[in-house]
Nanobody
């Protein structure tokens, strides 16, 4: 199973971006998908988490500005970011957990995408 994150870029403060995270492989089910970010010199922090029952949790710093969603038919999760601030500048990573089939058995997986850089200018 692999995750491919995309959608990062340079945006002015107050602007918006939408990140995408596509899962590929012989996936049977995706349960939890999280968006995390890591700014230079900081630890990785949770931005948003979605479950397969569509429950969502957000980090305090992004509540009301970021929205996570998922398209199960495409094994894709999105992070819509609005009212961006310079402090949102970071590398954004997606993480997914679930079940895949290895050709013989169903097995759990927990994988990270490669990260996509978001830069917000003031």
């Amino acid at each position: 199973v692999q995750l491919q994150a995309s959608g990062g870029g340079l945006v002015q403060a107050g602007g918006a971006l939408r990140l995408s995270c596509v899962a590929s492989g012989n996936i049977a089910r995706i349960s939890d998908v999280g968006w995390f970010r890591q700014a230079t010199g900081n630890e990785r922090e949770l931005v948003a988490m979605t479950t397969n029952s569509d429950d969502k949790n957000y980090g305090d710093s992004v509540k009301g500005r970021f929205t996570a969603s998922r398209d199960t038919t495409k094994n894709t999760v999105y992070l819509q970011m609005t009212s961006l601030k310079p402090e949102d500048t970071a590398i954004y990573y997606c993480n997914a957990a679930g079940i895949y089939h290895d050709g013989e058995f169903y097995r759990p997986f927990n994988v990270w995408g490669q990260g996509t850089l978001v830069t917000v200018s003031s």
